[in-house]
């Protein structure tokens, strides 16, 4: 899905340029590249289009329902449509704007979706990740409005502007991506000898209390072994076992520790 993704912005940049070089050349020999960027904005639009709700759903760990795979296949329905009546019907000039309204309409729910996704429970890393990126596509929402009314709007200040989002979005898109790839792999080992280490108390937001149960899960003990060597009951370890899940996004003892030995940095 972060491919397909990745692959609609490259196909609507790619016609973006297009547009550019079109104002270079001679009038007589623009057609056929004018054709050539709506081929290519269609078809990154409508991958775009296609692909979001998948996206954001593979990124919060949310599973679109039955209702919500309905409604998407719908609504790519319409894209086709629409795009269909752009080649048989090129003078209705109402219809690439009802494409952009579709695409700002599909972003915006996307962008929705995540929001409330933030709200499980996950990694700090994770929610920097989703935080930044929801902000960046919000900016881009904004932009992508902009270009539509500046299409609209005939001000000569603000020609200059147009269709300005999508680099945009991209050039920040692809700092944060490095920025984030390399505090990922530069990251400090999270467990340390057996023990969790500064970095990783701070990557899952563990209390005192989980770190010592996470320690003693480490170290072999049983629920009720537990409980007897921290002095509580085994109902109050299973309460902080299933907030441990929760942050580390996990489902067993064993992911839990499979995670974080995959992590461990020996003495």
Known sequence: MVLLFLLSLVLITAGFWTTRLTIIL????????EAAEWLLQLLGMG???GVLPYFTSCLVSIPLSRAGKVLTWGWN?????????????PRITLVPLLISLQQVLTILGALIFLGVGLRRPGTLLWRKAMT???????????LLVMDMLITLLP?????????????VYLT???LGTFFFAGRFLSREAL???????????????????????IEELISGYSNKEIGERLFISPKTVENHLYNIY???DVGSRTQLIGTLRSWEREA
Do not use: C, H, W
């Open 26 to 33: 001679p009038v007589d020999s623009r057609e056929g590249f």
């Open 47 to 49: 991958l775009n289009i």
């Open 77 to 89: 329905t319409l894209f086709i449509l629409l795009a269909l009546s752009v080649f048989l019907f």
């Open 132 to 142: 930044v990126f929801l902000i960046v596509s919000g900016g881009f929402l904004l």
């Open 155 to 167: 001000i000569p200040a603000l020609a200059r502007l147009d269709n300005m989002s999508l680099p």
């Open 172 to 174: 920040v898109l692809t």
């Open 191 to 213: 467990v340390k000898a057996g023990r969790l280490t500064e970095e990783g108390r701070k990557f899952y937001n563990l209390s005192a209390r989980e770190i010592e149960i």
């Open 246 to 248: 929760q942050k580390m």
